[in-house]
């Protein structure tokens, strides 16, 4: 079974990719929704408040944004974040990938480049839209300010850079052209 990474960077609209692989019968992985699950489990919520403080948590519920405003600005923290939850994806990822029956399954996540798991993968997608269309996205998805949206692109590679590692590019901006090359690739992943 071939694993392929799907990736972008944030508010490409990488989620709205992987929903048109779904609804072609192909088993897709959300990594951020499973990370977003570790966040509830005691170990991963004792590792945090050890790690950046128990003033994250107001009645043992993280504060998602304070953690991010704390991570996107720093990259050493955001390291000291991944190295707690990547794992943890991964090992999930793994037990996920026993129960499917499928020529090939997509595996989202936003920063497969950055971390150097660009050979953990068969082939690689990346999804892209305009900077601009990028940042309203996110501030409409997210509530956060422009600037705020700004500093986690700062931490993603320039989709450029991705592209030259990539064996398909999805420019998200017109969701039916989105929705024919999704067919497109996914004719190719299961004729190859």
Known sequence: MKVIGLT????????????????LGVPVFIADKV???????KEVINL???????HLFKENKLDRQALASIVFNNSTKLNK???IIHPRVHYEFENWLKQQNSSYV?????IIFEHNRQNFFDKIILVTAPKSTRINRVMSRDGISESQVLERICQQWPDEKKANLTDFVVINVDLEKTKARVQEIDNLLKNS
């Open 48 to 54: 945090i408040k050890q790690t950046f403080g128990e």
């Open 35 to 41: 990370a977003k699950s570790l966040y509830n489990q």
């Open 81 to 83: 974040l991944n190295k």
């Open 8 to 23: 972008g960077g944030i508010g490409s609209g990488k989620t709205t990719v992987a929903n048109f692989f779904s609804e």
């Open 106 to 110: 997509i595996y989202e996540a936003a």
